[in-house]
């Protein structure tokens, strides 16, 4: 089942990738017929004085307006998938024609905007169905003053369009905390997916707003986007609710994620080659999102019957009321011929990301102070507590784990005169004459290697020669004059002196690194020596 989450993956990805460019595309190359520009609005309702069904087909509407010495009047009315005449005074002033291409064949959902010639009384609209086959839905017309329609459209859409650029916002900060976290923490994957899911749903929202028709008048390619956005929701939502779970091996999860890729791409490609369009399609797109809302309830009740009602679960039953009623509305709305979504069905999505979001990203704070605890505690044990130095159970650590010394190099210290320190002056003095030469050790040696403390006052430094060779001489100079400015400062009579020796690890002398200590330590007694005869 490893091979068919791999395959996912990459088929997902690889679709990703061509919907982004196909869309790009369309928004470049797409065409739509029109000699008028068109906007998005419901205002007063007119009732037509006359509604007539030429066929299957087609609807035409005659109306009757109050004269008005004003150019600045418009007749506002919905279109869905539908081709547009509109005719003042016998004249056609308006038309939306369907223009057959790869991004496909419809006008899309539109709220036309028609600017009336002034002292207009008689106006007939023409609907015609691009696709046909299915039954022609009736629209509602409003007509009033161009301008202050314009602000009723900003107004009524902006608390929608606000909700759903709010969902996009929590995804990808979801998105952005995945990356900062995903290599201290490995089980971050549906902060990942929540992200993708919060993202690709949000888009979908923001699509389906009025106020998305002021800045994507290619309504083709506005429509196209909003199938192919809802086709991708049900993967990311279905790993997410996995992930989240913590679902090791779900042979279903895997399954459905794949027939989902597959179906979405079977149904992009009958799109594209005009076989069927996805207008005529949706049905597969919304079982697609009710299958993976099914495994929700699913993965829930599994919960409920291994660990009982935790907090994850309560999450999940309010995120699911909410998803379940959010769906409901949604539905409804497609069917009914609603342009846009109810702003319930947003908050009812707003509320499911809110609530599995708190719950990932409470999660991975909770990891990670429990990482960073054992990380203190790890520190603890290896550091050296007087001098802030790793201590000797660090040093046999760093033995065991290297499995090659090539290249390695070590440098052993001793301090001179500690014992003397002890028995004349007190161990107090000795204290501060250890962490006096640990300091020292550790602002010359530790830039190069990590320094230990590995007995009472022996010390070493570790370190790595494989991308720069190591100047001990230099280093040794820097030691002394140190020493020497210390002692300016000497505690008590006592000075600091501090013996040292180096060797590098030779394969063909050295059985183990314990050989090139023994042989730096030999060196630092000679250097032991010296330091007390001068």
């Known amino acids: 089942m490893d091979k068919i989450k ?91 024609k369907a223009h057959k291409s790869v991004y496909g064949t419809t006008t899309g959902t539109n709220y036309t905007m028609v600017a009336i010639p002034k002292d207009t009384t008689d106006v007939m609209v023409r609907l015609t169905n691009v696709y046909a086959g299915i039954k022609v839905r009736e629209t509602t017309f409003e007509y009033g003053d161009e301008t202050d329609m314009m602000k009723g459209i900003v107004w009524s859409s902006l608390s929608s369009a606000v909700l759903s650029a709010f969902i996009i916002l929590v995804g990808a900060g979801m998105v952005l905390l995945w990356l900062v976290c995903r290599r201290e923490i490995a089980t971050t994957q549906s902060l990942l997916y929540f992200g993708i899911f919060a993202m690709v749903i949000g888009s979908w929202a923001v699509n389906e707003t009025n106020l998305a028709t002021l800045f994507v ?105 909410a998803l379940g009623v959010s769906m409901v509305v949604d539905l409804f709305a497609y069917y009914r011929g609603m342009q846009q979504t109810d702003v319930l069905g947003k908050l009812g999505i707003l509320i499911f990301i809110v609530l599995l979001g708190y719950e990932s ?14 990380e203190f505690y790890r520190e603890m044990a290896i550091t050296d507590s007087m001098t802030g130095l790793y201590n000797r159970a660090a040093f046999e650590e760093w033995e065991k784990s290297t499995t090659g010394y090539e290249g390695y190099a070590i440098v052993t210290f001793d301090l001179n005169n500690l014992k003397s320190c002890n028995d004349t002056i007190g161990h107090a003095a000795g204290d501060m004459y250890i962490e006096a030469a640990a300091a020292i ?94």
């Open 6 to 96: 791999f395959a996912n993956r990459i088929i997902y990805y690889i679709f990703l990738s061509v919907f982004i460019f196909y869309i790009i595309s369309g928004l470049i190359f797409s065409r739509v017929d029109t000699n008028a520009p068109f906007h998005t609005y419901a205002g007063t309702e007119i009732r037509p004085e006359e509604t007539i069904f030429t066929d299957d087909n087609t609807v035409e509407y005659h109306i009757k307006l109050e004269a008005v010495d004003s150019d600045n009047m418009a007749l506002i009315f919905v279109s869905r998938h539908q081709e547009i005449e509109v005719y003042a005074g016998g004249d056609l002033i308006y038309y939306l």
């Open 217 to 321: 008048n290619d309504r083709k390619i506005a429509s196209l986007a909003g199938y192919t956005l809802l086709m991708m929701i049900p993967v990311p939502f279905v790993q997410a609710e996995k992930n989240f779970f913590e679902i090791k091996k779900s042979n279903i999860s895997n399954i459905m994620c794949l027939v989902f890729v597959v179906t979405d791409i079977v149904l992009l490609i009958c799109h594209m080659t005009g076989v069927r369009e996805l207008k005529n399609n949706v049905f597969f797109i919304h079982m697609m999102l009710i299958m993976s809302l099914l495994y929700f309830c699913g993965v829930v009740v599994r919960r409920i019957m291994l660990k009982g009602f935790d907090r994850k679960v309560r999450s999940n039953i309010i995120a699911v009321i």
């Open 361 to 374: 990203i409470s999660e991975v704070f909770e990891q990670i102070k429990e990482g960073q605890k054992a």
């Open 441 to 534: 050790i550790k602002d010359i040696f530790g830039r190069h290697g990590a320094c230990y403390r590995i007995g009472g006052d022996e010390f070493c430094t570790i370190i790595n020669q494989q991308k720069k060779t190591f100047d001990i001489d230099r280093h040794i100079k820097q030691l002394r004059e140190r020493e020497k400015n210390e002692n300016k400062n000497a505690i008590s009579n006592i000075e600091i002196h501090i013996a040292c020796g180096y060797a590098q690890y030779d394969s063909s002398v050295d059985r183990d690194f314990e050989d090139t200590r023994s042989r730096a330590d030999k060196r630092m007694y000679e250097s032991k020596q010296q330091l007390k005869s001068n």
